[in-house]
């Protein structure tokens, strides 16, 4: 499938969804880490997963559906049952160290996916694993201190801002106090 030809099916939903979760498949940032929808989807049966955790996948040249969006995922533990769950290809730089690697074509291709996401669930909120799989300690909002894991290696709640519903409650602490700094200006 080329960019923008996955299809989102409208198929009657028997779920609920109040969130989108935006992940990294944790590995370098090289076309030849350019995996197939199926090689992840044998990583996590051997993990016990009976499918792929996700719903869709942003490659280096396109968008690849992976698990039906009507059925529950497997990728952010507590948050499946009510969430849509992308993983972009990369996260990790050529060190193996977690870092914001996709490209100009993966970031619009994510862009486009969740815009048409939105269309269908305009109330889903869009947050990073990291900001949802982590404990907030100090009540502040979730911070890199706090960080159970980098996934996806960027702030998903301030790069989206414009796309967060109207009533959106923020998990990271960066989006907080964007908030903050935004209400102390006016």
Same mark, same amino acid.
């Given at each position: 499938?080329?960019?923008?030809?996955?299809?989102?099916?409208?198929?009657?939903?028997?779920?609920? #969804?109040?969130?989108?979760?935006?992940?990294?498949?944790?590995?370098?940032?090289?076309?030849?880490?350019?995996?197939?929808? %199926?090689?992840?989807?044998?990583?996590?049966?051997?993990?016990?997963?009976?499918?792929?955790?996700?719903?869709?996948?942003?490659?280096?040249?396109?968008? +690849?559906?992976?698990?039906?969006?009507?059925? *529950?995922?497997?990728?952010?533990?507590?948050?499946?049952?009510?969430?849509?769950?992308?993983?972009?290809?990369?996260?990790?730089?050529?060190?193996?160290?977690?870092?914001?690697?996709?490209?100009?074509? +993966?970031? %619009? *291709?994510?862009?486009?996916?969740?815009?048409?996401?939105?269309?269908?669930?305009?109330?889903?909120? #869009?947050?990073?694993?990291?900001?949802?799989?982590?404990?907030?300690?100090?009540? %502040?909002?979730?911070?890199?201190?706090?960080?159970?894991?980098?996934?996806?290696?960027?702030?998903?709640?301030?790069?989206?801002?414009?796309? +967060?519903?109207?009533?959106?409650?923020?998990?990271?602490?960066?989006?907080? %106090?964007?908030?903050?700094?935004?209400?102390?200006?006016?």
């Amino acid at each position: 499938m080329q960019k923008e030809e996955y299809k989102l099916e409208e198929k009657k939903m028997k779920r609920k #969804i109040d969130k989108i979760v935006i992940h990294c498949t944790a590995t370098k940032s090289s076309p030849e880490y350019n995996y197939s929808v %199926d090689t992840i989807r044998n990583w996590h049966k051997k993990r016990g997963f009976r499918d792929i955790g996700y719903h869709f996948l942003v490659r280096f040249t396109d968008v +690849q559906p992976g698990r039906p969006i009507e059925e *529950m995922g497997a990728h952010t533990k507590g948050f499946n049952k009510s969430s849509i769950g992308i993983a972009y290809y990369g996260g990790l730089d050529e060190n193996g160290k977690p870092a914001d690697t996709r490209t100009e074509l +993966q970031k %619009d *291709m994510l862009l486009g996916l969740l815009k048409r996401l939105k269309e269908r669930f305009p109330n889903a909120s #869009i947050h990073g694993h990291r900001d949802l799989a982590s404990v907030d300690k100090d009540g %502040d909002g979730v911070e890199k201190s706090e960080f159970y894991k980098s996934c996806p290696c960027f702030e998903v709640e301030t790069y989206y801002k414009d796309l +967060q519903p109207s009533k959106f409650k923020a998990y990271s602490k960066a989006y907080r %106090d964007l908030e903050k700094k935004s209400k102390s200006a006016k």
